[in-house]
C-alpha cells in the first residue's frame, strides 16, 4: 500500500479562516459522470445513498466527508481551545523538539506530505515489520489515536499531533478510516471493480485531505461552501492514490497486489497472469489510457477547490496535484509501460513546476480554474 499523502499540512499555520467551517442545513447534490446522489442529514446507513453506480467512484464517502464537516463545525477558532478538556501540557522546548523532529522524518521520506502519523500507520503495513503486523497490532494502533487525541501522547512524535489536535478543530474519524485502510491491506490485494478501489483509496488517501483542511484553513473570500472544499480534498487524495497505484503496477505485483479493478482488466481481455507476466501489449495501454483518463478526472475536480483554501496554504497543494498530473504524463511517455519502468518526475521538472504552481496559488479564490 503507497498512501498517497498529498496535502502539506504544516502545524504552525496561522488560519484563523477556519470559522469559514460554518454549520449548514443542506442537502449535497453531488454530480459526476454517471451519478447523482443526494445526502441528507441524519441518514445513517450508506448502502441507501448509492442511487447509481458510478464507474469514477462511490458516493458513500460524500457521506463521510458531510459527517465531518458538520463536526468540525462546531468548533470556534476564536476559543481559546477547541478541546479544553484534552489540552495538552507540554513544555515549549519538548514541544519545539517534536516538531523538528517530525520536519526531519518529512525531509528524508516524504516530499509531497507533512503528516508523520499518516507516515508512521502507512510504515505499519508497508514498512520493514509488515509481515509481523496483526489486526490486534492495529487496534492498539487505533488505541493510542485514542489517547493522543485525548492529551495523552506515547511518545514525542505522538505529542505534535496532541498539540495540533488542540489549536485545530480535527475531527478522529479520517484517522481512524486510514487504519481502516491499513487493515484493508492485511487481508486483501485484489479488487473486483472500481468501487471496491475506490473505498480503499479513500481510506489510505482521500482521509489525508479531509485531515488537512482543517489545519490549513479556507480563505475568507471563498464562496464554496466548506463541503465542496473538502469534497475537493478528497479528490485530491483519490487522484493521488489512483497515480500512485499506476506507478508501482509492477513493483506491487513482485509482491503479489494487483490494486487494479478486475473486471476492468476482463473487458480489455486481461488478467492477473497478464500483470504479473509483465508484457506490455496492446491491450494494456489501451487498459492503461482509460485509467489514467479517471486519474485525472479526480485532478479536475480537485483544482476547483485547491484555489479556495487560505493564501498560506495553497502553494504545496497546487504543487501536488501539478507533479502528481506529471507522473500520468510520464508513464504515457514510457509508452504505458508502467510494468517494467517505473515512471517518474524528474529534479529539474520538479523544480520548474514550482514557480508555475506558485503563480496558480496567488490566484483570487473567485477565479476557477
Not at 493522543?148 to 485545530?168: I, K, Q, S, W
Not at 489525508?208 to 483542511?213: D, Q, T
Not at 492477473?272 to 483518463?293: C, G, H, N
Not at 517518474?344 to 480554474?369: D, E, F, H, I
Request: charge should be positive; include cysteine.
Amino acid at each position: 500500500m503507497n498512501a498517497s499523502l498529498s496535502y502539506a499540512a504544516m502545524p504552525y499555520t496561522k488560519s484563523s479562516n477556519i470559522n469559514m467551517l460554518v454549520s449548514k442545513k443542506y442537502m449535497e447534490t453531488n454530480v459526476r459522470s454517471e451519478v447523482t446522489i443526494a445526502i441528507p442529514n441524519g441518514r445513517k446507513d450508506c448502502s441507501k445513498l448509492i442511487l447509481d453506480v458510478s464507474t469514477n467512484g462511490i458516493p458513500c464517502t460524500e457521506k463521510f466527508v458531510h459527517e465531518i464537516v458538520q463536526r468540525q463545525s462546531k468548533h470556534k477558532i476564536n476559543s481559546s481551545s477547541f478541546n479544553v478538556s484534552r489540552k495538552p501540557n507540554f513544555h515549549p522546548m519538548f514541544l519545539q523538539e517534536s516538531y523538528e523532529r517530525c520536519r526531519d522524518i518529512c525531509a528524508e521520506y516524504a516530499k509531497t506530505f507533512y503528516l508523520v502519523w499518516c507516515r508512521r500507520t502507512d510504515e505499519l503495513v508497508d514498512g520493514p515489520n509488515a509481515i509481523h503486523i496483526t489486526s490486534a497490532a492495529l487496534d492498539r494502533w487505533e488505541k493510542r489515536l485514542d489517547d493522543l487525541f485525548n492529551g495523552r501522547p506515547y511518545d514525542m512524535l505522538d505529542a505534535a499531533l496532541t498539540d495540533t489536535v488542540h489549536r485545530f478543530p480535527l475531527d478522529i474519524k479520517p484517522f481512524k478510516d486510514m487504519i481502516e485502510g491499513m487493515r484493508m491491506d492485511t487481508r486483501k490485494n485484489r479488487y473486483a471493480n472500481f468501487q471496491e478501489l475506490y473505498l480503499y483509496c479513500y481510506y489510505v488517501a482521500g482521509t489525508v485531505g479531509l485531515m488537512s483542511v482543517p489545519v490549513m484553513g479556507i480563505a475568507p473570500e471563498s464562496s464554496f461552501s466548506a463541503q465542496n472544499v473538502y469534497n475537493a480534498a478528497l479528490y485530491l487524495g483519490i487522484g493521488n492514490q489512483l497515480t500512485n497505484i499506476l506507478r508501482d503496477v509492477g513493483e506491487d505485483a513482485s509482491r503479489g497486489r494487483v490494486y487494479l479493478p478486475q473486471d476492468e482488466l476482463s473487458k480489455f481481455g486481461l488478467c492477473d497472469e497478464d500483470v504479473l507476466s509483465r508484457k506490455v501489449t496492446y491491450e494494456w495501454k489501451e487498459f492503461m489510457k482509460e485509467q489514467i483518463a479517471r486519474a485525472r478526472l479526480y485532478f479536475d475536480k480537485a483544482e476547483e477547490g485547491a484555489s479556495q483554501l487560505h493564501k498560506a496554504s495553497r502553494w504545496p497543494v497546487w504543487s501536488s496535484l501539478m507533479l502528481y498530473r506529471m507522473i500520468l504524463d510520464s508513464i504515457e511517455n514510457n509508452d504505458y509501460d508502467n510494468l517494467t519502468k517505473r515512471a517518474y518526475v524528474g529534479r529539474t521538472k520538479k523544480l520548474m513546476t514550482l514557480p508555475v504552481a506558485y503563480t496558480r496559488a496567488l490566484r483570487n479564490p473567485s477565479v476557477t480554474v
